[in-house]
């Protein structure tokens, strides 16, 4: 069956089903012309929004529905973690042929709803459309207290500059996509494809750290080195990177020895794992590692802040300090 | 010059620069990870979204960039309008291929922030992206006061519908687009193409009629006669809609006489007026006429809300009644 079939409304309906859940909180969900919530218990508001388009982001072929739809809120919920704060509500927009399958629709907003869940997110409204490339727009609001909220530019000369979780999982996992005809000589194949098609948004660490007082922190979407260039620039610091100290996934050798890279570049700048990359004052290292060992969760020192906009450099394993390589996304 | 030629970030801060207003409640703009705003004063927050792609919902040749970029604002606006309540803050996301011209997107953006000024709409954030064609996705947050709340839901047998404004202007715009030939012989083929490029959300209406009480309110994206439809199914209501009192902007006769068409079916059914359709107890009738009459804008009851679900009539010029057509846009 078709979404031409059943037509715009009868989909809606399918969808609002589908991602339905109770919350007091939600005034009016999915259709009316607005949705309407409750405001906010926090300080602030934060507003972030992502567009995922066909041939661009990804191909029906590369990943399944459930994955896609998945990733377009978890990507959303990770920019609110960043912040240091709490996701709530988001509306989706969704773009597609009306040959597309009700199926893959109803799978798509399947995965929105298993993120949304575990996250404590309600979907509650979006818009619908035709279009030639299936087209996703997620929104989301959330809310993080005034004394919590980790600016990019709040890193401070002397920080020290951290990560949670492990890196480079998803650009190897995204590589075992790529060339299928490795996949049995990796060993952890599937936590690696997991780590791409399905990454978890750090919501929890990004709560510990704000409550903690960290000062810059961002998700790492682009690459460690993308993000970390980022915090710099906007807080006119530089960093020095130590590449012995980067904590790369379990599997991520195995894989860039049999595509010819090295795990270290796909720690560094393969992006999409999604972790923090926070900086901090070096007196709150013990506390933060304190708190992550209670919450099950793992975090490492990978560099400190410099004072002055010098850049960024990396220290190898022999020792030697030479300019990073920033080699994060672009779109043009 | 164009976009590939400048890259992601310097394109992002032509837009900051565009749109830039300064708001003591915008905390973080344009360039971090989420937008941060200090919450909103009233009881619920508004949150809608709003996606146009090229070929579906314009193309290059029949929208001016300015007048691209304004539309995709004010459909949102519109839509906090129609819930009583005021519009806040916008994300803008936005995809385009790279060879677009720089100087195309700083229209396009002009645009936006000329509508989001003109009703104290502050644009905080986005994504840019690359794509095939270009795509426009906003979502809009806005904030309304609980018993202000109007509900797509909430008409009651016996109230009287009304609607702001005049309608089937856009419609009859649309036609001179399509058909430029007889654009010399309509008189005012200027102001018709304006209500179709750059309507006019009704935020002020809104909010008088949200303070006065009414009861369903909806705008008029769809069309007066696919409105006013929603909200007897929401309501579980049915309708009478008098033809001659169907207020039809100016100028809509002619073009309809040239292009064969009905003027009130371009009313009914044109849609893209984003004027405001609402039901009331008829006892308020008088305190709108008055209160709109003060602000200057145009009011007019059209019909009256049925008790039961028996569908909607309209009643001709010759006072004979017939089951409306319903003929509002749907996407598959």
Redesign the interface.
């Known amino acids: 069956m078709k979404?031409?079939d059943?037509?715009?409304?009868a989909?809606i309906e399918r969808i609002a089903q589908i991602v339905e859940q109770a919350d007091e909180r939600v005034?009016?969900t999915i259709?009316?012309?607005?949705?309407?919530?409750?405001?906010?218990e926090?300080?602030?508001?934060?507003?972030?929004?992502?567009?995922m388009?066909e041939?661009?982001?990804f191909t029906f072929k590369s990943i399944t529905p459930h994955q896609l739809g998945y990733k377009s809120i978890a990507v959303n919920i990770s920019?609110?973690a960043?912040?240091g704060?709490l996701p709530r509500?988001a509306?989706?927009?969704?773009?597609l042929p009306?040959e597309t399958e009700v199926a893959y629709v109803e799978d798509l907003y399947r995965g929105m709803a298993e993120v949304s869940r575990a996250n404590d997110v309600r979907i509650?409204?979006?818009?619908?459309?035709?279009?030639?490339?299936l087209?996703i727009?997620v929104?989301l609001?959330?809310?993080?207290e005034e004394e919590k909220?980790s600016?990019?530019?709040d890193a401070q000369a002397c920080d020290i500059i951290m990560v949670t979780g492990e890196l480079g999982a998803s650009a190897a996992g995204l590589r075992l996509v790529l060339h299928p005809d490795i996949e049995p000589k990796v060993k952890n194949a599937a936590a690696l494809k997991m780590a791409h098609f399905q990454p978890k948004p750090q919501i929890k660490a990004g709560r510990i750290l704000s409550s903690l007082g960290v000062n810059a922190m961002?998700?790492i979407s682009d690459g460690l080195a993308s993000e970390v260039a980022h915090i710099c620039e906007?807080s006119g610091v530089g960093a020095r990177i130590h590449l012995n100290k980067v904590p790369i996934a379990a599997g991520v050798d195995n894989v860039a020895a049999l595509t010819g890279e090295r795990a270290i570049d796909l720690a560094l700048s393969g992006g999409e794992d999604y972790g923090l990359v926070f900086t901090l004052s070096p007196h709150l290292q013990g506390a933060v590692e304190r708190a992550f060992a209670e919450a099950g969760l793992k975090v490492t020192v990978v560099g400190e802040v410099l004072e002055g906009s010098h850049g960024i450099t990396v220290i190898d394993w022999a020792g030697a300090e030479s300019p990073m390589k920033q080699s994060g996304y672009?779109?043009?």
Do not use: C, Q
């Open positions: 979404v031409k059943i037509g715009e409304f989909l005034i009016l259709g009316d012309d607005t949705a309407v919530v409750k405001k906010t926090l300080d602030y508001a934060l507003l972030t929004t992502d567009l388009v041939d661009v982001h920019d609110i960043a912040m704060g509500y509306v989706v927009s969704l773009a009306p509650v409204g979006g818009d619908v459309t035709r279009s030639e490339k087209i727009n929104a609001m959330g809310e993080v909220l600016r990019r530019s961002e998700d906007a672009t779109h043009f």
